[in-house]
């Protein structure tokens, strides 16, 4: 027998049943009794090995983005940027890069509708010859806060009452009422995008700036966008009512059924570029996460397609032991200074080695597909093969050497070390123009949706109330006399 021939695959099943050390098992059906009736004696090692095996097979479930669809399939390159970046997987127009993608809800359960309204994810591991590169997005290009300081607490505000397990409106109102930035993506979640009707009718954003570094050195800041080709569709509220009660796993349902159908999910990826001596020259920070960059003045710059083509084997391992981390980026591209993406560098790893274990990224589908070495040794759950004596650096035994060194940012950096808001907070004028953008009847449904469920909440209070008009009325005067008619109407203000 070759002891190497056999890998933990389906691929090498036995025809008869076996413990998971290989022992045969000749019946499943009944355990060792003490005479037919019992009891059950403890040296049953196929039963409490059956029995322990059920009892953990739930991992801790993701504090956030725990509802989720993932699909594979190809990035390629349709328009040349070397000049921008020397990424290698976007080196020249047809190149191809291997994907998974897995597309989520944030705030609910596992089980959760997917229906509600939510902000979805829209993770992207691109699998290239240096490495993986998560490009871990939205489908808002906004977000609610702008310091990773306060995440914690906005997602135990959107989150159900500790209490009884309700997601409540006043606890949203109340939590927001402190937080002006948030308004901008208030008039993405609450509008009519809200509710996408799925996955492949939906956006994707990178949300945060990050820097494109070429061959020379040189830095560009740039925001990700991913188009869906097939357009943009969302439910309105008693669209999405009707579609969950019949299916819950609707989105994750089509998604899979359109793949295996032959109807490839695409989506073009685009960015906006901005030199980084411009960044001072506008109204707004281009590193704050709750700002879009206006398309008049970046326009979008096609990039290449991506093809999700083939769905998962196996939804446990290539969905829930999936794992996005923005901290994973290859040469060529890096972090802004964008304060909650260098929250979100560290938040994500540490918590896949919390609810994966430190050796998550050796899981085959959060494994680097280009050969790679280093010193991480052991742990648990550790089953790579490693027949190496030398296990430091450096090492005159060891043929392993450094990379050869590629461009890196290099910008000075200087400053106090301080707790501070940034200086061009400029809370409005964004939330109020899109909102001048909507037609009236689009107009009508977002101040019903902010009226409704945040602000007629029975617990929510005069003075959220009027701190949420006192906002609405700055993004627009139109919005805020809206809102606090309504109110007065109900007999709330």
């Not at 989150?159 to 008039?187: C, L, V, Y």
Request: glycine share 6%; with cysteine.
């Amino acid at each position: 027998m070759d002891p190497n021939k056999y890998r933990p695959s389906s691929s090498f099943n036995s025809p008869h049943w076996t413990t998971n050390s290989g022992a045969p098992v000749w019946n499943n059906n009944n355990s060792v009794t003490v005479g037919v009736r019992g009891p059950i004696l403890l040296e049953d090692y196929q039963l409490v090995e059956k029995l322990a095996n059920f009892d953990r097979e739930r991992i801790p479930e993701r504090v956030v983005h725990a509802r989720g669809a993932s699909a594979k399939g190809f990035f390629e390159v349709t328009h040349d940027i070397s000049h921008l970046t020397c990424a290698d997987f976007l080196r020249s127009p047809g190149v191809q890069t291997p994907v998974i993608v897995r597309f989520s809800t944030v705030i609910h359960e596992r089980g959760s509708p997917e229906t509600l309204r939510d902000p979805r994810g829209f993770a992207v591991k691109f699998y290239t010859r240096e490495g993986n590169f998560d490009m871990v997005g939205n489908n808002i290009p906004v977000f609610f806060i702008r310091d990773g300081m306060k995440f914690p607490d906005m997602v135990h505000a959107l989150k159900p009452n500790p209490k009884n397990h309700i997601q409540e409106g006043w606890r949203i109102a109340d939590f927001f009422s402190h937080i002006p930035e948030s308004m901008n993506m208030f008039t993405f979640l609450f509008d009519d995008v809200g509710i996408p009707i799925n996955y492949r009718h939906m956006e994707g954003f990178g949300v945060h700036t990050f820097l494109l570094v070429n061959s020379e050195g040189r830095e560009t800041l740039v925001k990700f966008h991913w188009k869906p080709t097939c357009g943009v569709k969302s439910l309105l509220d008693d669209e999405a009512n009707i579609v969950g009660g019949k299916n819950h796993s609707h989105a994750t349902q089509d998604l899979y059924d359109s793949i295996a159908r032959g109807e490839y999910p695409e989506w073009g990826l685009f960015i906006q570029v901005m030199d980084p001596s411009d960044e001072d020259k506008f109204e707004f920070d281009p590193l704050d996460v709750t700002k879009i960059w206006p398309e008049d003045r970046f326009p979008l710059h096609p990039v290449g397609r991506m093809v999700l083509n083939r769905n998962p084997d196996n939804f446990f391992q290539e969905n829930e032991q999936l794992a996005f981390c923005p901290a994973l980026v290859v040469p060529g591209i890096h972090y802004s200074d964008d304060k909650l993406l260098q929250t979100r560098i560290f938040s994500y790893q540490d918590t896949q080695r919390h609810r994966l274990g430190g050796n998550y990224l050796m899981l085959p589908w959060n494994a680097p597909k280009n050969a790679h070495h280093n010193n991480h040794h052991d742990g648990f759950m550790n089953f790579m093969h490693r027949d190496e004596e030398v296990n430091y650096f450096p090492s005159r035994f060891d043929p392993a050497r450094h990379s050869e060194r590629f461009p890196t940012p290099a910008r000075p950096l200087a400053g106090r070390r301080e707790r501070a808001v940034i200086a061009k907070e400029n809370n409005f004028q964004q939330p109020g123009e899109r909102f001048r953008s909507f037609d009236p009847a689009r107009q009508e449904r977002f101040v019903n949706r902010i009226v409704n469920d945040l602000l007629l909440d029975c617990r929510t209070s005069q003075e959220i109330r009027r701190v949420w008009v006192g906002y609405m009325t700055q993004c627009d005067q139109g919005l805020g006399k809206r809102i606090a008619a309504k109110l007065q109407a109900a007999g709330a203000l």
